[in-house]
């Protein structure tokens, strides 16, 4: 049986496919349709029983109760000060609920929901070691034997009862054509064969991450840490519904989208590529001697160079250069505004044309 370390070129770790040869080809072969993408940092929950969608509902941050089969959405689990505890991509059959999750979530979001069950008719299931995420576009999975159906991205569209921050137009994912299928066994050991033959192209999870991260798309798994409100990201986009009922974080999410602000905001940066150097998560982000957040998330991007996404405070200046300090020295950045400082109370402002996108061919 051929492994993924049998296709020709992978590098693969711990979390799976990091990359084929060419992260930078790779993007463009996803983009294209030409490619899939084994997403072993991607992991399978279900939930199943007459209760299922009313009760994630209940929990949740998303309107689940009439989710119609198909459908594809997705959901925050908040803590009671409504900071960002567990996120999950939402399909439903019409007798199971699939969540896809981020492999380092998984086990504490299936821990959770199974202690939250109480009496009603619902069962959880981390069903990981059965089936495995493929991603790609729509065309490109659409091809595959799956066990559940494909998840669309809902990203950058304003679902019902969500709010966007973002005020550019059109916003960076505006093209972006992502979905994930849920196979078993059988169908990745296939693909992985006809990988290894040159039947079937992949691409790995620096290809992933750069497209994300393009598209300004947050990622419970890189970008969150324990204060993360979702207005911050700009999350109220797909994953929040703000008419409907209670669930815990409810209040907290309500003020601040509706009486206040968020106290820090993503932003987009463009970094200095010269030296070759790239930031990680978590380096310092500075406005001149003043530190004003920290890098979520870091990619190179084919048509744009090094890209990032930082959290900084709600008070960081725009329109000022930006450095970015990492262990092998700063990196000079440009940062282009996400969620504005006035996002909250004040957010109905008309929408500005996008200026800072790199052209492709500049």
């Known amino acids: 049986m051929a492994a993924l370390s049998d296709v020709p070129g992978a590098v693969v770790d711990d979390a799976g496919l990091r990359h084929v040869g060419s992260p930078v080809a790779e993007q463009r072969r996803l983009a294209s ?36 089969p198909g459908v594809s959405t997705e959901l925050l689990i908040l803590d009671p000060q409504g900071r960002v505890e ?6 439903d059959d019409g007798e199971t609920t699939w969540l896809i999750v981020d492999a380092t979530d998984a086990e504490a979001l299936a821990s959770w929901l199974t202690r939250m069950r109480f009496r009603l008719r619902v069962e959880v299931r981390d069903r990981s070691d059965e089936v ?15 066990v559940a159906p494909v998840w669309v991205d809902p990203w950058p569209d304003v679902a019902p009862g969500g709010w966007a921050y973002a005020r550019v137009e059109p916003h960076p994912g505006v093209d ?15 693909l992985i064969a006809a990988a290894v033959a040159g039947e079937v192209a992949f691409a790995g999870r620096e290809a992933v991450e750069a497209l994300r991260v393009a598209a300004w798309r947050p990622r419970v798994g890189v970008d969150a840490d324990e204060r993360l ?47 070759s150097v790239l930031p990680v998560r978590g380096d310092v982000v500075r406005a001149g001697d003043t530190v004003i957040g920290a890098v979520t998330s870091v990619a190179v991007h084919h048509e744009e160079g090094p890209i990032a996404l930082a959290l900084v405070k ?7 250069p930006l450095v970015v300090d990492t262990a092998d020295g700063a990196i000079a950045a440009a940062a282009e505004t996400i969620v504005p400082a006035d996002a909250g109370a004040t957010a109905a402002v008309p929408r500005l044309p996008r200026l800072g996108r790199r052209r492709a061919a500049e």
């Not at 495995?132 to 799956?146: C, E, M």
């Not at 972006?176 to 296939?190: P, S």
């Not at 409810?250 to 905001?265: D, F, I």
């Not at 709600?314 to 000022?320: L, Q, S």
């Open 33 to 68: 349709g030409s490619a899939l993408a084994p997403l072993g940092e991607r992991r399978v929950i279900t939930v199943s029983g007459e209760d299922r969608r009313s009760w994630l509902d209940s929990l949740s941050s998303q309107a689940l109760t009439h989710l119609a």
């Open 86 to 91: 567990h996120a999950a991509s939402v399909v």
């Open 132 to 146: 495995s995420v493929v991603g790609g576009t729509r065309a490109a999975v659409a091809a595959l034997r799956t």
């Open 176 to 190: 972006r054509d992502w979905a994930e299928a849920i196979v078993d066994a059988v169908e990745l050991d296939r």
């Open 229 to 275: 409100l979702p207005h911050e990201m700009d999350w109220l986009r797909t994953a929040v519904h703000l008419s409907k009922g209670c669930y815990r974080g409810q209040e907290t999410v309500a003020k601040v989208h509706n009486l206040g602000h968020p106290p820090r905001r993503v932003v987009a940066l463009q970094l200095d590529g010269s030296d």
């Open 314 to 320: 709600r008070t960081a200046p725009e329109g000022v």
